[in-house]
């Protein structure tokens, strides 16, 4: 593990896709990641500060999830970078040991991001967020085991639009977009459905999100709610038509 300071002013690529990875092979295969409005238990979401520092590691695996690992294919293994982070809150999976580092004073976790390569074997991603930048992270834990150097270290895949946000997203969009800041995307969250719930009763589940709207009024005319309100709408009334 060997620690270097980051330049300034670096941008941050988005990668929009999902891959399915076979252990131990190069099997890929990758789609546009459309809809990704649910809450998932087994994420990590945290708020946090990223820093002009980053860290070197050389995984065989990358974790989707707190309980999922899967394997990177030996042919694309290298040395990949992580991002420090200054944590300001954590919740979902792996919230509670997080939050106890962070009530005796250590708030420093390491983000490592993924993208797809053009044969959709998976590849690391360089620490691009610009330092200084407070965002909203989706991501996996790691188990503790595989933390570089005794830090929290969290994985974001290349499956989640909303993995860093609303950092790239918001440079994306423009500077005068109507988004959410990342502490109104937190609270956003909360009326996402979790991918059970949904199955048990969308309907149920797209009221909810239609009442946060009506409490928040201002809220729901930024991005992405209006989006989520519609394409959750129209996944739902589809479902029940069938």
Not at 34 to 50: H, K, N, Q, S, W
Not at 155 to 174: A, D
């Given at each position: 593990?060997?620690?270097?300071?980051?330049?300034?002013?670096?941008?941050?690529?988005?990668?929009?896709?999902l891959?399915?990875l076979s252990?131990?092979?190069?099997?890929l295969m990758?789609s546009?990641?459309?809809?990704p409005?649910?809450?998932?238990e087994?994420?990590?979401?945290?708020?946090?500060?990223?820093?002009d520092?980053?860290?070197t590691?050389?995984?065989?695996?990358?974790?989707?999830?707190?309980t999922r690992?899967?394997?990177?294919?030996?042919?694309?293994?290298?040395?990949v970078a992580?991002?420090?982070?200054?944590?300001?809150?954590?919740r979902?999976?792996?919230?509670?040991s997080?939050?106890?580092?962070?009530?005796?004073?250590?708030s420093?976790?390491?983000?490592?991001?993924?993208?797809?390569?053009?044969?959709c074997?998976?590849?690391?991603?360089?620490?691009?967020?610009?330092?200084?930048?407070?965002?909203?992270?989706?991501v996996?834990?790691?188990?503790?085991?595989?933390?570089?150097?005794?830090?929290?270290?969290?994985?974001?895949?290349p499956s989640s639009?909303?993995?860093?946000y609303?950092?790239?997203?918001?440079?994306?969009?423009?500077?005068?977009?109507?988004?959410l800041s990342?502490?109104?995307?937190?609270?956003?969250?909360?009326?996402?459905?979790?991918?059970?719930?949904?199955?048990?009763d969308?309907?149920?589940?797209?009221?909810?999100?239609?009442?946060?709207?009506?409490d928040?009024?201002t809220?729901?005319?930024?991005?992405?709610?209006?989006?989520?309100?519609?394409?959750?709408?129209?996944i739902?009334?589809?479902?029940?038509?069938?």
């Amino acid at each position: 593990m060997s620690l270097r300071r980051l330049p300034i002013g670096l941008s941050c690529a988005a990668i929009l896709a999902l891959a399915r990875l076979s252990t131990g092979r190069a099997d890929l295969m990758c789609s546009v990641a459309i809809v990704p409005y649910f809450r998932a238990e087994d994420m990590t979401y945290v708020l946090g500060t990223a820093l002009d520092t980053s860290v070197t590691d050389h995984p065989d695996s990358l974790a989707v999830s707190l309980t999922r690992r899967v394997a990177v294919p030996i042919r694309v293994r290298r040395v990949v970078a992580g991002q420090l982070i200054r944590v300001q809150s954590v919740r979902g999976a792996g919230a509670d040991s997080i939050s106890k580092r962070l009530a005796s004073g250590d708030s420093i976790a390491v983000l490592i991001r993924w993208g797809l390569a053009a044969d959709c074997s998976p590849v690391s991603l360089d620490p691009t967020i610009p330092p200084g930048e407070f965002d909203h992270f989706i991501v996996a834990l790691r188990p503790s085991v595989a933390w570089i150097a005794g830090h929290p270290t969290f994985e974001v895949g290349p499956s989640s639009e909303f993995g860093v946000y609303p950092g790239w997203l918001r440079r994306q969009r423009g500077v005068d977009a109507a988004m959410l800041s990342p502490m109104e995307f937190s609270s956003f969250l909360d009326a996402l459905p979790t991918y059970v719930a949904w199955l048990s009763d969308c309907r149920a589940a797209v009221r909810r999100l239609e009442e946060w709207g009506r409490d928040h009024r201002t809220l729901s005319k930024k991005y992405p709610v209006p989006d989520a309100l519609h394409q959750l709408g129209a996944i739902c009334s589809k479902q029940n038509h069938h």
